[in-house]
C-alpha cells in the first residue's frame, strides 16, 4: 500500500500521525494534571479546616452556644420533626438518584474513573451505615438529653 502513494503522501501521513500523537500526550499530560490539581486543592482545603477548627475555638465555642441556645428554644415536636425530615431529606433511600449524583461528582473529584458497579454498590450501602449511626446517636444522646423528643421521633416515624 505504501509503495502505491507518493513520497509526499506518506510524509504527509506521518506528519498527520505525528501531530495526533502529540495531541494524544496532550491530552494525557492535562488528564493528569487535573487529577494532581483535584487532589492537592482537596488536601489544602482539608488542611485549611483543620487548622481553623484547632485555632478558631472561640469562634466555634460562641457558634457553639448560639446553636445550643436556638435548639433548646424549640419544642419537642419541633425538634422530632426537625430530625426526621432532616434524616429522610439527606439520608433518605427513597433518593438513590440523588446519591449517585453526589457519590459520582466526589468520586468525581478525586480524580477517579467513573465506575458504574462501585457507586452502586456505595449508593446501597452508604446511605444505611449513615442512617444507622444517626439513629444510633439519637438513641443514645437524646435518651439523656429529653427522653419525651424520642417518644415524639417514633410517633412520627411510625
Same mark, same amino acid.
Given at each position: 500500500?505504501?509503495?502505491?502513494?507518493?513520497? &509526499?503522501d506518506i510524509?504527509?501521513?506521518?506528519?498527520?500521525?505525528?501531530?495526533?500523537?502529540?495531541?494524544?500526550?496532550?491530552?494525557? %499530560?492535562?488528564?493528569?494534571?487535573?487529577?494532581?490539581?483535584?487532589?492537592?486543592? %482537596?488536601?489544602?482545603?482539608?488542611?485549611?479546616? $483543620?487548622?481553623?477548627?484547632?485555632?478558631?475555638?472561640?469562634?466555634?465555642?460562641?457558634?457553639?452556644?448560639?446553636?445550643?441556645?436556638?435548639?433548646?428554644?424549640?419544642?419537642?415536636?419541633?425538634?422530632?420533626?426537625?430530625?426526621?425530615?432532616?434524616?429522610?431529606?439527606?439520608?433518605?433511600?427513597?433518593?438513590?438518584?440523588?446519591?449517585?449524583?453526589?457519590?459520582?461528582?466526589? =468520586?468525581?473529584d478525586f480524580?477517579?474513573?467513573? /465506575?458504574?458497579?462501585?457507586?452502586?454498590?456505595?449508593?446501597? &450501602?452508604?446511605?444505611?451505615?449513615?442512617?444507622?449511626?444517626?439513629?444510633?446517636?439519637?438513641?443514645? =444522646?437524646? /435518651?439523656?438529653?429529653?427522653?419525651?423528643?424520642?417518644?415524639?421521633?417514633? $410517633?412520627? /416515624?411510625?
Amino acid at each position: 500500500m505504501i509503495t502505491e502513494y507518493p513520497e &509526499t503522501d506518506i510524509q504527509e501521513l506521518r506528519i498527520g500521525i505525528h501531530k495526533e500523537t502529540i495531541q494524544l500526550v496532550k491530552t494525557h %499530560n492535562e488528564y493528569n494534571l487535573h487529577i494532581i490539581l483535584h487532589f492537592s486543592t %482537596n488536601i489544602i482545603c482539608f488542611a485549611i479546616l $483543620s487548622g481553623y477548627f484547632i485555632l478558631g475555638n472561640e469562634e466555634l465555642v460562641v457558634l457553639n452556644s448560639w446553636v445550643r441556645e436556638f435548639l433548646h428554644s424549640l419544642s419537642d415536636t419541633i425538634k422530632a420533626f426537625s430530625i426526621l425530615l432532616v434524616t429522610d431529606l439527606w439520608i433518605g433511600f427513597h433518593s438513590t438518584h440523588g446519591w449517585e449524583l453526589m457519590i459520582g461528582s466526589v =468520586y468525581n473529584d478525586f480524580g477517579l474513573a467513573h /465506575n458504574d458497579q462501585i457507586i452502586s454498590g456505595l449508593v446501597s &450501602t452508604f446511605p444505611v451505615i449513615i442512617d444507622t449511626i444517626v439513629k444510633y446517636w439519637i438513641f443514645h =444522646y437524646l /435518651n439523656r438529653v429529653s427522653p419525651s423528643l424520642v417518644v415524639i421521633y417514633h $410517633s412520627m /416515624n411510625e
